[in-house]
């Protein structure tokens, strides 16, 4: 058989440049079991066990909440990258400039101290959604917070440091830098196109079908031509929003539906790797004037690690084409 060259795919949104390295291929299996073996936290040392008297959220499948029949609980971190300040104000010092790290940094932690979000049901994963929700919409009426983080890391890899399954939410005085490209991407297509450069892309991943992974009423959940890594997915809405906290009780459904089948796909494919997931939303001030924006989620298996080449270019390498990972995926079948 022939060598193949790889192939330089470019991401439509951000403008960045990935490798997939058809040369040297993978298959699916072999990314089989690349997770590290997890040590469950004893329950009685686990700090998310119980339910916290600080906390700012919790729900139940009563109507009461009790330490015993809470399902979703918010509560402020222990050790907060932000904090409660006054807003920040803009320095500089010598040719560099700096602020306080001013805002919030909240855990959103789910009842069941080892089932992770891939083997919970839909309505549960939904209250997970209904909690993001409600303290976004907290965040965002502070005057410092500009943006508001939703990720989940789940297992070492991806930088969990207790195994009872959880999320964070920080809000930060400042739009990151990758949200700001993506944000710039998006303006700049909507300028010359008149469109949403998101609704395009979902449009063509729909018409060829190839990358297509999972879909219902609501969501579309797909493999991205220009994946960052092996098995990288991502879930659009495919009504176009660009506030993921102005979202109804039967999109979130959808979307619950949607996220829980891709990480059970991931879960039950490549047997329970460890991943990051976050959601890209419009920043949380003036979001109207970024209405061209289409907010989704992205989920990142920790499949490969950076080396040299990554850390000097800023191009990741995925070593399975985005094509094969969704063939894969789309085969698993979930419950």
């Given at each position: 058989?022939?060598?193949?060259?790889?192939?330089?795919?470019?991401?439509?949104?951000?403008?960045?440049?990935?490798?997939?390295?058809?040369?040297?291929?993978?298959?699916?299996?072999?990314?089989?079991?690349?997770?590290?073996?997890?040590?469950?936290?004893?329950?009685?040392?686990?700090?998310?066990?119980?339910?916290?008297?600080?906390?700012?959220?919790?729900?139940?499948?009563?109507?009461?909440?009790?330490?015993?029949?809470?399902?979703?609980?918010?509560?402020?971190?222990?050790?907060?990258?932000?904090?409660?300040?006054?807003?920040?104000?803009?320095?500089?010092?010598?040719?560099?400039?700096?602020?306080?790290?001013?805002?919030?940094?909240?855990?959103?932690?789910?009842?069941?101290?080892?089932?992770?979000?891939?083997?919970?049901?839909?309505?549960?994963?939904?209250?997970?959604?209904?909690?993001?929700?409600?303290?976004?919409?907290?965040?965002?009426?502070?005057?410092?917070?500009?943006?508001?983080?939703?990720?989940?890391?789940?297992?070492?890899?991806?930088?969990?440091?207790?195994?009872?399954?959880?999320?964070?939410?920080?809000?930060?005085?400042?739009?990151?830098?990758?949200?700001?490209?993506?944000?710039?991407?998006?303006?700049?297509?909507?300028?010359?196109r008149h469109t949403c450069i998101h609704c395009v892309m979902l449009a063509y991943e729909r018409e060829?079908?190839?990358?297509?992974?999972?879909?219902?009423?609501?969501?579309?959940?797909?493999?991205?031509?220009?994946?960052?890594?092996?098995?990288?997915?991502?879930?659009?809405?495919?009504?176009?929003?660009?506030?993921?906290?102005?979202?109804?009780?039967?999109?979130?459904?959808?979307?619950?539906?949607?996220?829980?089948?891709?990480?059970?796909?991931?879960?039950?494919?490549?047997?329970?790797?460890?991943?990051?997931?976050?959601?890209?939303?419009?920043?949380?001030?003036?979001?109207?004037?970024?209405?061209?924006?289409?907010?989704?989620?992205?989920?990142?298996?920790?499949?490969?690690?950076?080396?040299?080449?990554?850390?000097?270019?800023?191009?990741?390498?995925?070593?399975?084409?985005?094509?094969?990972?969704?063939?894969?995926?789309?085969?698993?079948?979930?419950?």
């Amino acid at each position: 058989m022939p060598h193949q060259i790889s192939e330089l795919r470019q991401d439509l949104v951000s403008g960045d440049w990935v490798v997939i390295a058809t040369g040297r291929a993978k298959r699916p299996h072999d990314f089989l079991g690349a997770r590290h073996v997890r040590e469950a936290l004893p329950v009685d040392s686990c700090p998310f066990e119980e339910l916290h008297t600080d906390a700012v959220f919790s729900s139940a499948n009563q109507s009461e909440v009790s330490p015993e029949n809470w399902s979703v609980q918010v509560i402020p971190n222990k050790y907060p990258a932000f904090d409660k300040a006054a807003c920040a104000t803009f320095n500089t010092r010598g040719p560099y400039q700096w602020t306080d790290g001013a805002g919030f940094h909240e855990v959103v932690i789910t009842r069941s101290h080892t089932r992770s979000l891939a083997v919970l049901t839909n309505g549960e994963v939904e209250a997970v959604i209904a909690a993001y929700q409600e303290r976004y919409r907290v965040f965002q009426k502070d005057e410092c917070v500009q943006y508001v983080s939703i990720f989940h890391n789940h297992g070492s890899r991806a930088g969990a440091t207790v195994t009872h399954p959880h999320s964070q939410m920080i809000a930060i005085p400042v739009i990151p830098p990758d949200v700001g490209r993506s944000m710039d991407g998006s303006a700049r297509y909507f300028a010359e196109r008149h469109t949403c450069i998101h609704c395009v892309m979902l449009a063509y991943e729909r018409e060829v079908g190839e990358r297509i992974i999972y879909e219902n009423d609501i969501c579309t959940v797909f493999a991205p031509y220009a994946s960052h890594t092996a098995f990288e997915v991502r879930i659009f809405p495919k009504k176009h929003a660009a506030q993921f906290e102005e979202i109804d009780a039967g999109t979130r459904a959808g979307v619950a539906d949607a996220l829980r089948t891709a990480l059970a796909k991931l879960f039950i494919g490549l047997e329970d790797p460890d991943y990051n997931f976050f959601i890209h939303t419009a920043p949380a001030k003036n979001p109207a004037a970024l209405a061209h924006y289409h907010w989704h989620i992205e989920i990142l298996p920790k499949t490969a690690i950076w080396a040299g080449f990554e850390m000097g270019t800023g191009i990741e390498i995925s070593t399975i084409a985005p094509e094969m990972a969704a063939e894969f995926l789309r085969s698993v079948v979930v419950a």
